[in-house]
């Protein structure tokens, strides 16, 4: 059978508009970014602005009325224990040497005496419950291997043992301001050891109760001052602790002992701590927004070498990241693949080239990943940011 030119020409113009409705009315794959889902750790935190503070601080008052020299002392400096003069103060008639006075330093005395028994006593009772403490976390740690006994109850252990170390360290800080108090006060009333209401006494000399810097000067300037004016703040810069204020809808979920991270501190790297201790009461706190927040003050400790944190000060800001759950090889997507459909979870997985919804089932979540309990295998190639364009039976094409 022969077929003339001009059927052939139609034949090809019937199967070029055959194939181009066919084009015509196939739909375009939609371009879509895709991740995989994977096996590993998943890490719950909270992350939120802090600050450091000296854990112990000590405001030298002015023991004794009189006239204050010039304080030559500036915030940084350097002062040792009984050894660095900080303040002198002249004696200033008849203020200083009346008999309401001389009566008010006695009493002063009086309660310093007392106020160092009661932190003679306190040392004692630190250290009993240090002990106590000490043993239950040595049990704990040589039963935690096998085992016999539960995380909880190893971080608690662990958690009274810390706080009650740190409360040997401050009751240690306690018995020698109680010692200087009681030497200040002993000092202030010497002055009144004449029998003329008018005599006039000795400058009042003020050493370093504590080893440590100048954190405040109060009152730099000479003036008559009164008993108790806050003169000078002195601390010790490497016992530091970290103060994070956090919701408090998040600090029931925070563990005592929880791992903690310092970011963006101005070092290299992160630095390293521990919670110590979850404050049991809330405040209100107004957002950058105007809201109302409860909020819980979180106090944490350095696990870090001194090196690693002596440039930091009293009051530097830090951004902290607390550690709220830990869990090992669970299946992790990305939070962007997830999205809600009839009141549950799902996915869109590709298979084929083709977009199926897939409803999954999904555990904790932190802010790049969520754990899948039950839908998903490892592997699977998952589409994130879905658009409205997709559908269960979609064609797409994969772009990185």
Partial sequence: MKFSLRTIIWAFVLLAMIFAGTFALTPKPVDVEFATVTEGPLVVSVREDGKTRIREKYIVSAPVAGRLSRIELEAGDEVSSENTLLAVIQPSVPVMLDA?????????????EASVRRSKSSAEQAKITHELNKSKFDRAKRLMPDKAISRDDYDTAKTKYLASLQAIKSSK??????????????????????????????????????????????????????????????????????EVDVLSIDAVRIKPSAE?????????????????????????????????EQRVN?????????????????????????????????????NSS???????????????????????????????????????????????????????????????
Avoid: C
């Fill in 100 to 112: 309401r006075s001389r009566t008010q330093a006695e009493a002063r005395v009086q309660g310093a």
């Fill in 173 to 242: 800080f306690d018995a020698e301001i109680a010692s200087f108090e009681l030497e200040l006060a002993r000092a202030a009333a010497s002055q009144f050891n004449g029998d003329e209401i008018n005599e006039v006494g000795k400058p009042f000399e003020i050493f370093a109760p504590v080893a440590g810097k100048i954190l405040k000067v109060f009152q730099e300037s000479a003036a008559v001052v009164g008993v108790g004016t806050p003169l000078l703040e002195i601390g010790d810069p490497r016992n530091l602790e970290i």
């Fill in 260 to 292: 903690l991270t310092i970011e963006h501190w101005g070092g290299r790297s992160p630095l390293r701590g521990n919670v110590r201790v979850i404050e049991p009461a809330a405040f209100t706190k107004i957002s950058s927004l105007g809201v109302e």
């Fill in 298 to 334: 979180i106090i944490a400790d350095f696990s870090e070498q001194a090196d690693r944190i002596a440039m930091l000060g009293d009051g530097y800001r830090v951004e902290a990241r607390i550690t709220i759950d830990e869990l090992q090889n669970v299946l992790l997507v990305p």
């Fill in 338 to 400: 997830l999205f809600r459909y009839r009141r549950q979870w799902h996915v869109f997985i590709i298979d084929d080239d083709i977009a199926q919804m897939q409803p999954v089932t999904v555990g904790i979540q932190n802010e790049s990943h969520t754990q899948i309990v039950k839908g998903l295998v490892h592997g699977a190639k998952v589409i994130v940011y879905p658009s409205d364009e997709i559908q269960s039976g979609t064609t797409v094409r994969l772009i990185k």
